[in-house]
């Protein structure tokens, strides 16, 4: 367990969950390691302590391309519910909001920086939301450009964190423009990404927030779009510690072969490593609150013999600080111990196996998606039957509920489905985006 200096900054500690014998010539071994923040003196979004500075910046991108006037009400929607992030921003939060069409402009405060929280510049945010009109097309990159351009106005600042909304796919900038952005971007802000309709990609939109470390959710219906941002800007408020980082350190001849979040969404961070250190790399985990993470982490290990014992990996949660040194806020080690005991190297870890299911459960929804959007109804069947069967063994009543949507379930535990007739694009498509949720294992 450890403290940071900064004023109601919280306390982390992380556990190693394994089961730490392995067979003779066995090198894989797996460990749940469960990083927990508490004490951060939050509460709904305000700081407990009195006077506590307000070191966050927010930026909100909201969709203006002509399809938002298609109801007509899906604009005024979202003026309201960009009114109601506003809101919930705490005094002292410097904030910009961002029309976005097939170029980003200022909506408020302009002149290229932040505006700072009260309640006059909350007023005259949402006066200047009145000009939030839909016209042109849908250039993501560009908001994601200009909010990046925002946020580095106020370095001093360490909790930056993005809201984006669309309607619509990326029609109006290459692919690869969008890339080029995110990779400027990735590190310096999260964000968060929800697309209102069905006319959207879940594949976009996850690959968004996935890059910028934030979520991804559908909102079906423009009328649950205000109660939706104030929800998510409650969180972020809540946050008051960025840039942490899950170093692992790993023995000579042994491999870091992943690692991934597993809990309370499926996001794997193998590809983000960033070297630390002889035989060590960082995994980012974006910024924190008062809550709970899981990660899984896997460790390929030179084989050994019966009796023989070795250190796997060491876990450290560290924070960078301005002189290039790192902060360890907490550590946990993983173990090896090869035995030749047939019940303890064949017994699977509790929370692996619940976590190895839960990751399964989202790859089968959505291949079974992909396969039937091609028409493949055999192969869509089959991945979303064993969806079913792993949410109903996993406890994941939520996904289950969602799935039941999409199929009619003839036997859970066994994974037998069959394709409902007309379900509909916002069902399937909640389904999608949904599918990384995760639900923690009962301990």
């Known amino acids: 367990m450890a403290?940071?200096?900064?004023?109601?900054?919280?306390?982390?500690?992380?556990?190693?969950f394994q089961n730490e014998y392995l067979a003779e010539g066995s090198r894989e071994v797996n460990a749940i390691v469960t990083v927990t923040a508490t004490g951060g003196g939050t509460s709904g979004g305000r700081p407990l302590t009195a006077g506590a500075p307000a070191d966050a910046a927010v930026v909100i991108m909201i969709d203006c391309s002509g399809s938002m006037d298609h109801p007509a009400a899906k604009m005024r929607n979202a003026r309201e519910a960009?009114?109601?992030?506003?809101?919930?921003l705490r005094d002292g939060v410097a904030f910009a909001v961002v029309a976005g069409t097939h170029e980003a402009a200022e909506v408020y405060p302009g002149g290229g920086v932040l505006a700072v929280a009260s309640p006059a510049t909350r007023e005259a945010a949402r006066t200047a939301l009145r000009k939030l009109t839909p016209m042109g097309g849908t250039a993501i990159g560009t908001w994601l450009a200009l909010a990046h351009r925002l946020f580095?106005?106020?370095?001093?600042?360490s909790i930056r964190h993005g809201i984006l909304l669309t309607d619509g796919r990326n029609e109006h900038e290459k692919p690869s423009a969008l890339q080029a952005v995110l990779d400027r971007a990735s590190g310096s802000f999260t964000a968060d990404c929800r697309g209102v309709g069905t006319d959207w990609e879940v594949a976009e939109l996850r690959r968004i927030s996935s890059a910028l470390l934030g979520t991804v959710d559908i909102v079906a219906e423009p009328s649950g779009l205000a109660d939706d941002f104030r929800t998510m800007m409650a969180k972020t408020m809540d946050k008051?510690?960025?840039?942490?980082?899950?170093?692992?350190?790993?023995?000579?001849?042994?491999?870091v072969k992943y690692v991934k979040q597993v809990a309370p969404a499926v996001e794997d961070l193998t590809g983000r490593r960033s070297d630390s250190g002889p035989r060590a790399g960082d995994y980012?985990?974006?910024?924190?609150?008062?809550?709970?993470?899981?990660y899984h982490v896997?460790?390929?290990?030179?084989?050994?013999?019966?009796?023989?014992?070795?250190?796997?990996?060491?876990?450290?949660?560290?924070?960078?600080?301005?002189?290039?040194?790192?902060?360890?806020?907490?550590?946990?080690?993983?173990?090896?111990v090869w035995t030749d005991d047939l019940a303890s190297s064949t017994r699977i870890n509790q929370q692996v196996a619940h976590y190895t299911g839960q990751a399964e459960l989202a790859s089968s929804i959505q291949e079974g998606l992909a396969a039937h959007r091609v028409g493949d109804v055999d192969r869509a069947t089959a991945k979303l039957g064993a969806a079913v069967r792993l949410a109903h063994a996993t406890g994941?009543?939520?996904?289950?509920?969602?799935?039941?949507?999409?199929?009619?379930?003839?036997?859970?535990?066994?994974?037998?489905?069959?394709?409902?007739?007309?379900?509909?694009?916002?069902?399937?498509?909640t389904l999608e985006t949904r599918s990384t949720k995760t639900v923690r294992v009962k301990r």
């Open 82 to 88: 960009t009114a109601a992030a506003v809101d919930t």
């Open 152 to 157: 580095e106005t106020r370095p001093d600042l």
């Open 298 to 336: 896997c460790i390929e290990v030179p084989a050994a013999a019966v009796g023989d014992e070795m250190l796997a990996a060491r876990i450290s949660l560290v924070l960078p600080q301005p002189d290039g040194t790192a902060e360890v806020l907490s550590q946990g080690l993983v173990r090896a």
């Open 240 to 255: 008051q510690v960025a840039d942490v980082a899950l170093r692992v350190w790993t023995p000579a001849n042994a491999v």
């Open 3 to 16: 403290s940071l200096s900064k004023p109601n900054a919280p306390h982390f500690s992380v556990d190693i």
């Open 396 to 429: 994941n009543d939520a996904t289950f509920r969602l799935l039941e949507k999409v199929v009619d379930v003839v036997d859970a535990r066994e994974g037998t489905v069959r394709f409902r007739k007309n379900v509909s694009e916002a069902d399937s498509m």
């Open 284 to 294: 980012p985990t974006g910024s924190w609150g008062d809550e709970s993470r899981d």
